[in-house]
């Protein structure tokens, strides 16, 4: 059974930097996508970062870039998300996600962790 769980979600003030992290449990392939996503009230849930397991390739929302890391401990499976200079629009509960591809000109998974809260104020 595979399972995600995300950790590290806070309240936090614009500029500040904040790291989220998710340990991935059962998933058998070595080799994949994974990241994270996130979704504000109101809105679709969007993919923000990506990264190839193993090889340690990345991808980034335009609304990120510069500004979020996506990492990998592969020992310890575990992803990270190093999130600097955080907005109000960043604002959003942010889930960890395995065995994510790409369709119709976005980010999908089959793996979901529970999501962790992330509220940027002001």
């Known amino acids: 059974q595979v399972q995600l769980a995300e950790s590290g979600g806070d309240s936090v003030q614009t500029g500040w930097s904040l790291r989220l992290a998710c340990v991935v449990s059962g998933y058998r392939l070595s080799r994949y996508w994974a990241g994270w996503f996130r979704q504000a009230p109101g809105k679709e849930r969007e993919g923000v970062a990506m990264i190839y397991i193993g090889l340690g390739e990345t991808d980034y929302a335009d609304a990120v870039k510069g500004r979020f890391t996506v990492s990998q401990d592969y020992e310890k499976r575990t992803l990270y998300l190093q999130m600097s200079r955080l907005k109000t629009e960043d604002t959003a509960v942010y889930y960890c996600?395995?065995?994510?591809?790409?369709?119709?000109?976005?980010?999908?998974?089959?793996?979901w962790g529970q999501g962790t809260q992330v509220t940027v104020s002001s």
């Open positions: 996600a395995a065995a994510c591809y790409e369709s119709g000109g976005g980010y999908h998974s089959d793996y």
